[in-house]
Antibody, heavy 114, light 111 residues
């Protein structure tokens, strides 16, 4: 059974940092590009970032470029998202996803508020 | 500010056929990039409904069908059922943004 389990969300003050993790199982994690997608409360889906299977290439949405860093540990089948300089508009549910195969996690909520 | 535009809402009676549109541009759908469709039930993660413009993953009923023409794509739902009430999103790749893009989303209501 395919599972993507995100963790690390929570309440953080503006300007703060948070690191999300996504533990993958049930598919060959190390051969697929992986993505982070977010959804603000009551809003639509927004692609955030992606990382190549071997971690050698990354891309970011303009809204997070320079503040967020995506990474992965294929030995641990885990995807990460380091989020710095957080803003109120970063408040959202963050999903990790294997978009090619259509696998999504259940999401983890990040709330940026003072 | 999504680059893929969808109607905010579409409704239909049980058993009816409805069509959801997804309009892009020359740097995404019109450039030949594939369109994928997701269904999101309230409080749950998105579920892949259509991949590669018209292909259904195993387990997705054949009531759902996708098509693409030019810079637009469509999702048709035939034999509408109450369980189809959900938000639907299209998704593609945009070369000018060097990233993936989702549509604005359509809320389907079964009357």
């Amino acid at each position: 059974e395919v599972q993507l389990v995100e963790s690390g969300g929570g309440l953080v003050q503006p300007g703060g940092s948070l690191r999300l993790s996504c533990a993958a199982s049930g598919f060959s994690f190390s051969i697929y590009w992986m993505h982070w997608v977010r959804q603000a409360p009551g809003k639509g889906l927004v692609w955030v970032s992606r990382i190549k299977s071997d971690g050698s290439s990354t891309n970011y949405a303009d809204s997070v470029q320079g503040r967020f860093t995506i990474s992965r540990d294929n030995a641990k089948n885990t995807l990460y998202l380091q989020m710095n300089s957080l803003r109120a508009e970063d408040t959202a549910i963050y999903y990790c996803a294997n978009l090619l195969q259509g696998y999504w996690g259940q999401g983890t909520l990040v709330t940026v508020s003072s | 500010q999504s680059v893929l535009t969808q109607p905010p809402s579409v409704s239909g009676a049980p058993g009816q056929r409805i069509t959801l549109s997804c309009t892009g541009g020359s740097s995404n759908i019109g450039a030949g990039y594939d369109v994928h469709w997701y269904q999101q039930l309230p409080g749950t993660a998105p579920k892949l409904l259509i991949f590669g413009n018209r292909n259904r993953p195993s387990g997705v009923p054949d009531r759902f069908s996708g098509s693409k023409s030019g810079a637009s794509a469509s999702l048709a739902i035939s034999g509408l059922q109450a369980e189809d009430e959900a938000d639907y999103y299209c998704q593609s790749y945009d070369s000018s943004l060097s990233g993936y893009v989702f549509g604005t989303g359509t809320k389907v209501t079964v009357l």
